[in-house]
């Protein structure tokens, strides 16, 4: 079974920095890209960005709304993504899923059930 | 960026009915895109990708047709269970961008 887990979330102040993680399990993790979604409370999805796999040489991609303040890696021996966010401002807060795509593709397709960050001081 | 864009924003419909939902991108995004089901408290699951490709486990009266700039997603008889928000994403280009969201209440 397909299972991703984030963890990481928190409070915490505007200015400030977090690390998030997604464990995953139940599939070959070096052969899926992983991609990061955010949703501020009532709110639609937002595209954060996501990193590729090794065959695509990690490559990273982010939605402008993060880029310069946010990066994505990931270690495939543990079969970890991590989203370290820095300079965080309040329209940061959000719950923050992972998730994977469909391999080859760039379709997310599962997803795990989230973090919630929030920016406040 | 591409701008993806739902309508309606909201639907009211009833157990048996037909439903159908578009979504608009502001270019052309081939056949790449996806159609996910959100539940509230709960993380979107996948429905549809390539556009018409019904992802594994779910029902068949889900469906999805369309290219480049138009596409649908149509359920044919509701179920209570497919009461929940429905988001379309591209993902021809980065940034990937999603639409704003269809919510599928119960009439």
């Known amino acids: 079974e397909v299972q991703l887990v984030e963890s990481g979330g928190g409070l915490v102040q505007p200015g400030g920095s977090l690390k998030l993680s997604c464990a995953a399990s139940?599939?070959?993790?070096?052969?899926?890209?992983i991609h990061w979604v955010r949703q501020a409370s009532g709110k639609g999805l937002e595209w954060v960005g996501r990193?590729?796999?090794?065959?695509?040489?990690?490559?990273?991609a982010f939605g402008a709304s993060v880029k310069g303040r946010f990066i994505m890696s990931r270690d495939d021996s543990k079969n970890m993504a991590y989203l370290q966010m820095s300079s965080l401002e309040t329209e940061d807060t959000a719950v923050y899923f992972c998730?994977?795509?469909?391999?080859?593709?760039?379709?997310?397709?599962?997803w795990g059930q989230g973090t919630l960050v929030t920016v406040s001081s | 960026d591409i701008q993806m864009t739902q309508s309606p924003s909201s639907v009211s419909a009833s157990v048996g009915d037909r439903v159908t939902i578009t979504c608009r991108a502001s270019q052309g995004v081939r056949n790449s895109l996806a159609w996910h089901q959100q539940k509230p408290g709960k993380a979107p699951r996948l429905l549809i990708f390539s556009a018409s490709r019904l992802q594994s486990g779910v029902p068949s009266r889900f469906s999805g047709s369309g290219s480049e700039t138009d596409f649908t997603l149509t359920i044919s008889s509701l179920q209570p269970e497919d009461f929940a928000t429905y988001y379309c994403?591209?993902?021809?280009?980065?940034?990937?961008?999603f639409g704003q969201g269809t919510r599928l209440e119960i009439k």
């Open positions: 990193i590729t796999e090794k065959i695509h040489n990690y490559g990273t």
């Open positions: 994403q591209q993902s021809a280009t980065v940034p990937i961008t």
């Open positions: 139940g599939f070959t993790f070096s052969d899926s890209a």
């Open positions: 998730a994977r795509a469909i391999p080859g593709t760039t379709f997310v397709e599962y």
